[in-house]
């Protein structure tokens, strides 16, 4: 021991920092262990809700399948009694693999023809679903332009609208989802309009027994509190299908050529999917049908779907 203990105290500082090195790098060594066990866990739960999404999805795609196979089997049902079966979008229920389920299947004879309803019928459809007169009027006739055909193929293109970035096509709509192109057309707008309309009844007029219950109201004149409610929940309702004062508009029966599937699917572990299916059939080709359009679907029946999980799908049939 040298004079003062200072060989003493220096071994002391040393013996103190190398424990102080070794809690430091133990509690590094610990948070690299606790972040690689938290990074895995996300990265597990990650995998799951895509395992989980895939297969919402597939199974919506398979009730999308079994239910162009019930409109198949019903074609011929409905060729030999000459009387067709409505689809007017009512919902119904099931379970398949699992799942809730939600089929609503809506003809499209019962909706408005962006290529072939005229000005008028577009235009008190947005008047009833409360579009300002003014700007229904102006809508109604961009939609109108919008589809005009060019006699003239050399005629040089219009010049794009204030509002948009493109001309009018001049060319028929081939899907709704077109009409954010038109001028006028706001996202509001928009999503008010789009389920109402179609490209595939080939009809000036819509079908009463089939069209949506909103639209149906829309243009019956029904006020606008009606028509409002019976945009956020169209099922059930009290409608007259059949009152003898409707326009003539709405008594033009369809072709019953073409529908409209969704299909909503919500598992166990909450994961949900929404697929809308445009099914042909009637296509040119002579084939037995033709998927015109497929494309996810809103949400319409979530608290149902959770209802039905929660009670492990009691009283629902198989899909």
């Not at 795609?61 to 198949?72: C, G, P, Q, R």
Request: charged fraction near 20%.
């Amino acid at each position: 021991m040298t004079r003062g203990g200072r060989p003493a105290r220096r071994v002391g500082r040393r013996a103190g920092f190398a424990l102080l090195a070794v809690i430091w790098g133990t509690g590094i060594i610990s948070l690299l262990i606790v972040s690689f066990m938290t990074t895995g866990r996300l990265r597990l739960q990650t995998a799951q809700n895509i395992a989980s999404a895939t297969q919402a999805g597939y199974i919506a795609e398979a009730v999308v399948n079994l239910s162009i196979l019930a409109l198949l089997s019903e074609r011929d049902v409905v060729a030999q009694a000459q009387k067709p079966i409505i689809y007017d979008g009512a919902p119904r229920y099931c379970v398949f693999d699992g799942a809730a389920i939600a089929v609503a299947i809506s003809d499209e004879s019962g909706k408005i023809d962006l290529n072939a309803a005229s000005p008028e019928l577009l235009q008190r459809a947005m008047l009833g679903l409360g579009v300002d007169q003014d700007v229904a009027a102006a809508v109604a006739k961009a939609i109108v332009a919008f589809r005009a055909q060019v006699a003239d193929p050399r005629q040089p293109r219009a010049t794009p609208p204030a509002d948009k970035p493109f001309p009018p096509k001049l060319a028929p709509f081939e899907t709704v989802l077109e009409l954010d192109q038109v001028s006028g057309f706001d996202s509001a707008m928009f999503r008010s309009l789009v389920p109402f309309v179609t490209v595939h009844s080939h009809s000036p007029g819509v079908d009463a027994r089939t069209s949506p219950p909103a639209l149906f109201a829309a243009l019956s004149g029904a006020p606008l509190s009606e028509v409002q409610a019976l945009m956020r929940a169209p099922y059930p309702n009290k409608l007259n299908r059949d009152d003898p004062r409707l326009l003539a508009d709405l008594k033009q029966a369809g072709e019953h050529a073409a529908y409209t599937i969704h299909v909503e699917a919500l598992l166990a572990t909450r994961q949900t999917a929404s697929q809308d299916a445009i099914i042909d059939m009637q296509p040119a080709s002579g084939a037995a049908f033709a998927i015109r359009e497929m494309r996810r679907g809103p949400s319409h029946y979530a608290a149902q779907l959770r209802e039905m999980i929660a009670t492990n799908g009691s009283g629902a049939p198989d899909c």
